[in-house]
């Protein structure tokens, strides 16, 4: 058990007026141990805005494990044979799994999966934009298998250098649960990319739909970010989104090319004098449309969750009820 | 006899395969994450199993696990009517009490299989009986916390129960050429499966403070057949969707 009562629900209700209340030699030596590389564990001293900042972040990280599973998951019943309905099976449970690991993470800065799941089907707390886009085509779950993962890859690699324990260790799994997921969704589009000419189109086409949200993935341009120079210092964010998606454009951009697909931007290039990726506007106003809920899917994902949450109430009362009798199983 | 032995093979199969196919439309879905995570591998498992089964047939010369599955008319299949009732409205207790019924007679049906006369079946058998132990531990563990803790929860159970139980006896639907198969050693009669199943399942239920009636006669009628290949109104659609992707480039691999 992680201890998951460190902070009581009214100190979170006060930590926007604790910051100001920061004992600063505490503060002191909980920068040093971040500088020599060591890891907070949820019964060390923290700053509340630490705090605060990490549950915000593996709490995002969470919702976004169990919404995207749904995109995904409606083509379980629709995969083309055994071997990709096994192993997409598979990775959606992994990715439910991953929002399992990550709410028990954030739970032990004091924040129940109850209250987290409240505030996603409130829309108080956000989740990743990708997931409000529509999984129209078989091609579609091969494109987030391969990119979007791809994309999560690098994202939690960077943040598993991080320096609270507990998310650290849940990330360095779920990278490498996630390796898999990428071998998968690779080995889905090359069957795509060099099979019949319809099913090269339906790659295609899912490409051009997915290539603006996936740019978005790895958030804002550092232009429009908000300064970031303390949760740096504290390692609470390790690269900045720009970094991220040059990571990304470098490692992907010349795979998608030796497929024979088309990336959907013409000014894709890599500057050769700056060795960094130039590229389109990826219209960042739509990004920030669907971040504040005016996305393609938003409504109906957050509909699913609620249906959901709505449906399965009298269980989680049953199993609450005093007279449920606890039951051994004998494993 | 081969003929014989793919019914009895195709209705073991064909059962695990809708069976999962239900089940893999909960993920997302569940009462808590752990039961998204659970019904996840439950439905891999009995995916997996089925393919399993197909590919005993494959073995003999017949077709392959993926032919099976995804190229045959609904008429072909030999699935009971009980895996193959849609989740309706996502009610878990029809989820759970579906998944216990089914699944004690899975415990059942792999005992006397493990010792079936027919070698790579009885194999098989005792392979599955190691995955399909937790699936067992998991339905009994639910329907006795369950079965006794709220009102509604009591009388939900109860009612799917109700919903249920007649299509249940359905997975114990005489084969078509059964005798020759019993003849053989393969399987026991399924009216002896059925018995050694009430015997497992009844007094759980009790324990539960869940009740049964035994099924009238019309009431089973209506829930037989699909050992034969004549489906429930629901299946014609589940197939479909099962097809939608393999069906709509036949000739492409995936």
Redesign the interface.
Known sequence: MYGNLVVRPEDIENWGKKVEQEDPEKLVEFEARIERGEKIEPWDWMPFEYRRQLIRMIEQHAHSE?IG??PE?T????????R???AL??K??DE??H??LL?SAAETLGKT?EQMINDLLSGKSKYSNIFNYPAKT?ADTAIIAWLVDAGAIINQTTNSRGSYGPYVRALERICWEESFHLKYGYD?VV??AT??P??RAMLQDALNRWWRPIMHFFGPPDTQSVHTEKLVRWKVKLATNDEMRQQFLDMYVPKIWELGLTIPDPNLRKNPETGRWEYSDPDWDEFWRVINGDGPCNKERLA?RR??EE?????????R?P?????T??? | MLEQLETLILSLADDELIMG?RQ??W???????????AF??I??DE??HA?AYYQILTDLGLRT??EY??RRSAKEFRCAHLVELPNF????SLALMRHFLYDGAEQVRLQALSHSAYEPLAGLAQRLLREEK?HW?HA??WI???G???E??HL?LQSALNQLYPYAWGLFEELPEEAAMVEAGWIPPSAQLREQWLALVLPILEAAGLQTQMPSTQALTAVMGGRRGWHSPYFEALLA??T???A??P????
Do not use: C
């Open positions: 169990i599973a749904l998951g083509w379980i019943t629709r995969a083309p044979n055994f990709r309905k096994l099976m598979a959606v449970q439910v799994g929002a399992q709410y999966r078989w889905s069957y795509l099979g019949t319809r099913q699913v249906f959901a449906k399965g109430r009298w269980v989680r009362e049953a199993l009820s007279q449920a009798q606890y039951v199983p004998l494993a | 196919h893999a439309e993920i997302g879905l569940g009462p808590i994450l752990e039961e998204d995570i996840a591998s439905a891999q995916t997996g393919q696990p993926d599955a995804f409205d996502y009610d878990y937790y531990l009994t563990t006795k916390r369950l006794r803790s709220t509604e929860a939900r969707e099962l939608e992707v393999s709509s480039e000739e492409a691999e995936w």
